[in-house]
């Protein structure tokens, strides 16, 4: 058997007025996704413990089976994993984001989506200008940075710029032991990045500047089990994001680069159900992350999730869907990893709705793929208890 999990993230939502009180999977069209829940098992499943905060580390991890409760350690020693970054002795790895930030509000926390050519040439200045803090910072993808700093800031309470959004920052800066040595960087940082001739050239082409590091999401490195120790099968994950890359590298999967996959609209849809599929030549297991419905959830544009979840249909599942059409034993999982609700402009913890569909599995009760018309018959309480049944023989 061959397993596909195609994961819209952020995906769900509430209703929504301008949508004719749907939400954007109900108002989306998806054809492919509809006809898989009609002719599949569909239901409802909690993807986040209730102790822990919604995050795609902690409901990613549980959708690939593992309590985040006994894993977790935080978002940043993840994304350093898939950059193949060692944490030292004596260091943690922190999440640093680009951001932009204008009278103490938190105008956009991907510094509208900047570059990572930019990115890494502001964090080149920072790392000459500002190594007396004894701090170091790592490019990733667009605004989504790392850096290594003093393990002592471990019990620091950090909270998600993404959950900040339209805010007032003040409330929302890093609390507790060593958050005035984290208030000195950053205002370092601001100065040398207002003066830096990137966001001079940013500002020109009317784009908004990075005025500010957001650190968040520190921690050690987790102890995660491989997959195939788990479940005697051996994966792959396609994703064009850091931190589910370093998933799949902590649990053992290959985890190629897709060439122009972005984590946004303009991803390149057909490279990575390419790059899924022949990674099934030689897995069992195939994990296809796709990020734009999340990111238009954070920009409260349900237009865009719309979109989102129309391409994720057309240009993921259903090429993914005529692929196991012409195989005998395929099975397949649809399904976000939180609701991202365009109101909220962040993420909650509520059930989400999940598909599966393929070889040994019988046609149930649902009509469409979405919040509300999936079987009520099947509910899960917990992510890795889907799994199972998913890879149930
Ligand atoms: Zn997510």
Redesign the pocket.
Known sequence: MKYIVCLG??MADWPIKSLGDRTPLQAAKTPTMDLMAQQGQSGRVLTVPSHLK????V??IGILGYDPSLYYTGRAPIEAASMGLRIPDGQLAFRCNLVTIQEDVMVDFTAEHVSSAEGEALLATLNSELSFFGVQFFPGVSYRNLALWDDRLAALSCTPPHDVTDKEIRPYLPQGKGADRVAKLVAAARLILAAHPVNRARTDKGLLPVTDIWLWGQGKMPNLPLFETQHGLTGGMVTAVDLLKGIGQLIGFETPDVEGATGFLDTNYAGKVETGLRLLESHDFVFIHI?AP?EAGHMGREDLKVEAIEAFDSQVVSPILAYAKQQSDVRIMVL???P?PCALKT?TSDRVPFLIYGAGISAGLATAFNETEVSAALSFDTPWELLAYFLKK
């Open positions: 993230d952020g919604p995050g795609s580390d409901a990613n990020e999340d976000p990893d939180h991202t993420h």
